[in-house]
């Protein structure tokens, strides 16, 4: 079994930075891909950014530039640093981790940008 959390979530003004983490523990062999999504308010949930076999890296066209993924791939924990927040990228943001042939999600942290 394989364990996904996130943490680093809270409540920031436009402008402000945030960094999100995520850590996968359990019973892995190999972590293939380890991705971040969110989901606004009636709105269906997106990919942010994704880190696939640790070196290759995409992001959504909303966030280029203002997000950054990495990951520690000893320690299986990958993160999100979020600069230049905007209010709609107000969202529930969770990790997706692919792992030994399945995925697993966390159960996501919430981030709210609002003056």
């Known amino acids: 079994q394989v364990q996904v959390v996130e943490s680093g979530g809270g409540l920031v003004q436009p402008g402000g930075s945030l960094r999100l983490s995520c850590a996968a523990s359990?019973?892995?062999?190999?972590?293939?891909?380890m991705n971040w999504y969110r989901q606004a308010p009636g709105k269906q949930r997106e990919l942010v950014a994704e880190?696939?076999?640790?070196?290759?890296?995409n992001y959504a066209e909303s966030v280029k530039g203002r997000f950054t993924i990495s990951r520690v791939n000893a320690e299986n924990t990958m993160y999100l640093q979020m600069n230049s927040l905007e209010p709609e990228d107000t969202a529930v943001y969770y990790c997706?981790?692919?792992?030994?042939?399945?995925?697993?999600w966390g159960p996501g942290t919430q981030v709210t940008v609002s003056s």
């Open positions: 359990g019973s892995i062999d190999r972590i293939y891909a």
């Open positions: 880190s696939i076999s640790g070196h290759t890296t």
């Open positions: 997706n981790v692919h792992a030994d042939g399945t995925g697993y």
